[in-house]
């Protein structure tokens, strides 16, 4: 497969008369990326398309496109990777994962992500979050409304005291991101702890709707995850 030289551009419109133009920060999204290797294929074969597969996302992590890979819980045999991607649109997240060469042997879902009021990263004034503790680790969270879609609160303010522990638990450096996902009432967070039962204590604190569903899963660290390379 031949790798296209793709770079994310910032999206800019034309704001009226004024001939101004406002910078829109590119759309996330993750990616479930499922791998399955055909019968027959050589060890040989898989490692070279492996090697091929960790220097494209090397030059997609420089460019801007891929911003983390981790690695979820995974049966006997299976081979699965979650990824995060920024793209002004699906037209080019598309073009991206198909510039990767794993993408011959691979089935991805994508989960678009909007902003979330209080993601950390969105923060102006947030104060820089401690380092993880050494063996601490990484975790998604999804909460879903388990009751009727027009008895939750659209936005996670809604919720008396979330947002203050929301920005509580990012200065502890415990809280990494908060996304809002397809539909109303669901979010998606992307946190650090010291083992599970940590993170079902992090959970337990944080305020939630009546009627919310918890989903949690544990990441381990991917050797092409960007994060690595930046320290």
């Known amino acids: 497969m031949t790798s296209t030289a793709l770079s994310r551009s910032s999206l800019e419109h034309e704001r009226g008369d004024l001939g101004l133009r406002e910078k829109v920060e590119p759309?996330?999204?993750?990616?479930?990326?499922?791998?399955?290797?055909?019968?027959?294929?050589?060890?040989?074969?898989?490692?070279?398309?492996?090697?091929?597969?960790?220097?494209?996302?090397?030059?997609?992590?420089?460019?801007?496109?891929?911003?983390?890979?981790?690695?979820?819980?995974?049966?006997?045999?299976?081979?699965?990777?979650?990824?995060?991607?920024?793209?002004d649109g699906g037209s080019e997240l598309e073009e991206v994962l198909a510039s990767m060469p794993l993408r011959v042997w691979r089935t991805d879902e994508v989960t678009p992500l909007s902003p979330h009021p209080n993601d950390p990263h969105r923060q102006t004034d947030r104060p820089g979050a401690p380092a993880p503790e050494p063996g601490d680790s990484e975790f998604l969270t999804t909460f879903s409304p388990a009751v009727r879609e027009e008895a939750v609160p659209k936005t996670v303010d809604a919720v008396p005291g979330q947002g203050d522990r929301a920005r509580e638990l990012a200065r502890q450096g415990c809280l990494e991101r908060l996304w809002t996902l397809p539909g109303q009432g669901g979010t998606l967070g992307l946190w650090w702890a010291s083992d599970a039962a940590g993170m079902d204590g992090i959970v337990a604190s944080f305020p939630l709707s009546p009627g919310m569903s918890v989903q949690t899963t544990p990441l381990a660290p991917h050797p092409s995850d960007p994060a690595l390379a930046r320290g």
Do not use: N
């Open 27 to 87: 759309l996330e999204y993750l990616v479930t990326m499922t791998t399955h290797v055909p019968d027959g294929t050589s060890e040989a074969a898989v490692q070279a398309v492996r090697a091929r597969e960790a220097a494209r996302s090397g030059q997609l992590a420089t460019q801007g496109h891929l911003l983390r890979l981790w690695r979820p819980p995974l049966q006997s045999g299976e081979w699965r990777t979650l990824g995060l991607f920024a793209a």
